[in-house]
């Protein structure tokens, strides 16, 4: 079996929950908020993982400590079967290289004070040192050309750029130093529809042509969908459902992946969501479970079914397992 490029073995990520003047008063104890849950996953050489679920479900912090961003508080990392978890950030420098990542954040991507030049130059130079002044200009046209853009967008400072144009650039830069995986965090967000079927377009040609890996952090269903070669499904920091794209999309075994996808067909036709077809409200409208199925309180299936004791049972939570090859679900009652 070829390694994977990508494996997440039981990843979890706890932030310190602040007592707040009350609690200092009172003695209560601190506690943890679980944004990652004891997770895993592989990515395979030349493929795109779609990563979707809610606000606040922890997809976002997945990829920043996949990108070493953050510490994690339990699980291991393994990069083309090394273990990159514990490894110092000098003994990781040479790998970040490979381990790129496209922020979310258009302009907080790109420092406002550099012409684009600047950016991609900077970039260039970490990772081929031995260029000289033509050579490195030479590298950033063919990264100009190689995200459609023209060389007069070099003298341009970031605020002088669109929307579209700033997100060329961005993965332009993460290009410059010839990365082997890339986490991209909602590489679409912000921008019209028109120009978000380009950059998606681009994504995919230039995985084609440098035989890229992805994790495309997203909850844009329709997009997952689209670039994906399987699905990963969170909430409240766990995976529940993990599969091929068309079959998450379509035939769905876990009540909350039906709930999503569903909400989205529904949308597309105008017509209104039944109180049976999804939930009451919304993940934060709920208080978390101390135990069992997390999405109990919310799930229309444990409604319909009276209830049962064991998606509540705190010892008998659901966990990820393969119910048909390729495709595992979280769930006591699957669909």
């Not at 030049?117 to 990772?127: G, T």
């Not at 144009?165 to 830069?173: L, T, V």
Request: one cysteine or more.
């Amino acid at each position: 079996m070829t390694t994977p490029i990508l494996e997440v073995k039981g990843l979890s990520k706890h932030f310190a929950q602040r007592r707040g003047l009350l609690g200092m008063f009172s003695g209560a104890a601190a506690g943890t908020i679980p944004a990652v849950d004891d997770i895993s996953f592989a990515l395979a050489e030349n493929e795109t993982l779609g990563l979707v679920g809610e606000s606040g479900c922890g997809k976002t912090t997945t990829g920043k400590a996949i990108l070493k961003l953050m510490n994690v508080s339990a699980g291991e990392i393994h990069y083309r079967g090394q273990n990159i978890t514990s490894l110092t950030p000098g003994e990781f420098r040479p790998l970040r290289r490979e381990i790129q990542m496209i922020f979310q954040d258009l302009d907080a991507a790109l420092n406002p004070k550099m012409r684009i030049a600047s950016i991609l130059e900077e970039a260039i130079r970490l990772r081929e040192p031995e260029l000289d002044d033509d050579g490195v200009r030479r590298r950033a046209y063919e990264l100009l050309e190689l995200v459609n853009l023209k060389k007069n967008k070099l003298a341009n400072f970031p605020s002088e750029l669109s929307g579209g144009e700033k997100r060329r650039i961005g993965i332009a830069r993460v290009l410059a130093v010839r990365p082997k995986l890339i986490v991209a965090d909602e590489p679409t967000s912000a921008l019209d529809v028109s120009i978000q079927a380009q950059v998606i377009n681009l994504l995919r040609d230039l995985q084609d042509q440098f035989g890229l890996s992805y994790l495309f952090i997203s909850h844009d269903l329709p997009l997952v969908e689209l670039v994906s070669h399987r699905v990963a499904v969170m909430y409240l920091g766990q995976i529940v459902e993990l599969g091929l794209a068309s079959r998450i999309a379509n035939a769905a075994r876990h009540p909350y992946t039906s709930v999503l996808w569903s909400s989205l067909a529904e949308k597309r036709s105008q017509e209104t969501v039944t109180s049976t077809a999804a939930p009451a409200g919304s993940v934060f409208d709920f208080e978390r479970p101390s135990g069992g199925c997390r999405f109990a309180p919310r799930c229309p299936v444990y409604a319909a079914r009276g209830k049962p004791a064991a998606c509540t049972d705190a010892g008998n939570a659901p966990r990820l397992r393969e119910i048909e090859p390729g495709h595992a679900v979280a769930c006591h009652f699957p669909l």
